[in-house]
C-alpha cells in the first residue's frame, strides 16, 4: 500500500510550532492474545534519517500503519508535527507521505499515467511536479513505459516518485530496500541520501543492518514488539569501542591473567580469540603481565563492533530469546506480488 498525504507540506505544522515530525507514545496494538506492538516510544526529529530496525514479525510495519492513522492503537497516541492523525484526519497528515509494505499501481498504465490520476486526488499543482519527481527517481527516460514491465525496484522509485508529488517534510518508507538486487539496493540507498541531503526527514523500516548502517543517523531497535534501544547511531556503535581481541600462545593462562588484571573486564574466549574490554593503559599493562608470565601475543587488537554485532548483544536474553534467531540478511528474493491496485491516498477516505 502507498500512503500519499498531504496538499503541500508548507502548510504541516503550522499550528503546531516546532513539534517533532513523529512522536509515539506508548503505543500497542494487540489482536487477540497476540500483541503485536507493545508500548512503543520513538521521537523523530527534524532532519533525522531514523532507523526502525528489526526481524521480520517484529512489529516495524504494524507501527508504520498506527503513525499513519491507518490502524487504531489498542492504547498509547501518535503525533505528526503535533496532530493527532485519528482525531484530526487529513489536516494530521498534511506534509507526510510515503508507503507501507510496497507501493502499487495500475500495471497496464504508463508510469506517467498512474501518476497522474494520483496528481488529481492531490491538487494543490502537484500534476506540475510530476516531472521533477520522475526525475529525482531516475525514471524519467522510462516514464511511458507500462508499469507492468517495470522492475520491482523501479516499482519501489516510482512509490517514492508518487510520494514526493506532495512536498513532503516526512517520508516514511517501509522495507524500502526489500526484494532488490545489488544494483537495485545501491539505487535506493542513493536516492534516500540525496533527499535526506536536501533536507527532507525520513523514516525508514528495516531487517537489513547494512542500509540502516549506511543511511541512518538515529535508530529504534525493536523485537518481539518492543523497542529495546533508541538514540544515535553514532552513540550505540561508540558503546562497544574500548574492546580488544587477543590471541596468545597459551589463552587459557592468558584468559585468566586479563580476568585478574585490573581495568580489565567482560573477559570471554570466542573461536579461539578471547575479546575483552578495557582502557588503553590498562591493556598496556596487562601486555606487560603476558610476557612477564611467558605467554606470547600473537595478536593484541583494538576491535570496533558492528551494528549486526550490537543488535544480537541488545536481543540476548530479552523474552523469546529461545525462539530460533531473527533473519537479518543483507537482501532478499523478490516475492510473487499481489493483485496491483492503485495506492490508497490516505486522509482522502470517505
Not at 520513538?42 to 514479525?57: E, I, K
Not at 508507503?99 to 492531490?122: G, I, Q, W
Not at 576491535?303 to 523474552?319: M, V
Amino acid at each position: 500500500m502507498s500512503a500519499g498525504v498531504g496538499k503541500s507540506g508548507s502548510r504541516s505544522g503550522a499550528a503546531h510550532g516546532g513539534a517533532p515530525p513523529i512522536e509515539a507514545r506508548g503505543l500497542v496494538k494487540r489482536y487477540g492474545d497476540l500483541t503485536a506492538v507493545d508500548g512503543v516510544d520513538l521521537t523523530v526529529a527534524p532532519g533525522d534519517v531514523y532507523g526502525y530496525l528489526g526481524p521480520n514479525g517484529a512489529g516495524k510495519t504494524t507501527s508504520l500503519r498506527m503513525l499513519l492513522g491507518l490502524i487504531r492503537p489498542t492504547e498509547g497516541s501518535v503525533r505528526l508535527f503535533g496532530r493527532d492523525p485519528l482525531a484530526d484526519g487529513a489536516a494530521a497528515l498534511d506534509g507526510v507521505a510515503g508507503f507501507v509494505e510496497e507501493p502499487r499501481f495500475y500495471p497496464y498504465l504508463s508510469a506517467l499515467k498512474n501518476l497522474e490520476m494520483l496528481a488529481a486526488y492531490d491538487g494543490d499543482g502537484a500534476k506540475d511536479r510530476i516531472g521533477e519527481a520522475l526525475d529525482t527517481v531516475e525514471l524519467t527516460a522510462r516514464r511511458r513505459d507500462r508499469v507492468g514491465g517495470y522492475s520491482h525496484g523501479m516499482k519501489q522509485r516510482l512509490g517514492i516518485a508518487a510520494a514526493l508529488l506532495r512536498r513532503p517534510r516526512l517520508l516514511l518508507l517501509d522495507e524500502p530496500a526489500t526484494g532488490l538486487d545489488p544494483a537495485g539496493m545501491r539505487d535506493m540507498r542513493a536516492l534516500v541520501k540525496r533527499l535526506a541531503g536536501e533536507g527532507m526527514t525520513v523514516m525508514l523500516s528495516s531487517h537489513l543492518l547494512g542500509e540502516v548502517e549506511e543511511l541512518c543517523n538515529r535508530v529504534a531497535i525493536v523485537r518481539s514488539g518492543r523497542v529495546i534501544y533508541e538514540d544515535q547511531l553514532a552513540d550505540l556503535l561508540a558503546s562497544a569501542r574500548g574492546e580488544y581481541r587477543l590471541e596468545t600462545t597459551d589463552d587459557s593462562r592468558a584468559r585468566g591473567l586479563a580476568a585478574a588484571q585490573p581495568g580489565v573486564s567482560d573477559v570471554v574466549i570466542e573461536n579461539g580469540t578471547i575479546r575483552l574490554a578495557a582502557e588503553e593503559p590498562a591493556v598496556a599493562a596487562l601486555s606487560v603481565a603476558l610476557g612477564a608470565a611467558g605467554v606470547g601475543i600473537r595478536a593484541l587488537v583494538p576491535h570496533t563492533a558492528t551494528l549486526e554485532e550490537l543488535f544480537f548483544r541488545l536481543t540476548e536474553g530479552e523474552e523469546g530469546a529461545a525462539d530460533p534467531p531473527p533473519t537479518l540478511a543483507p537482501a532478499e528474493a523478490p516475492s510473487r506480488e499481489a493483485p496491483a491496485r492503485v495506492p490508497e491516498p490516505v486522509g482522502r477516505r470517505a
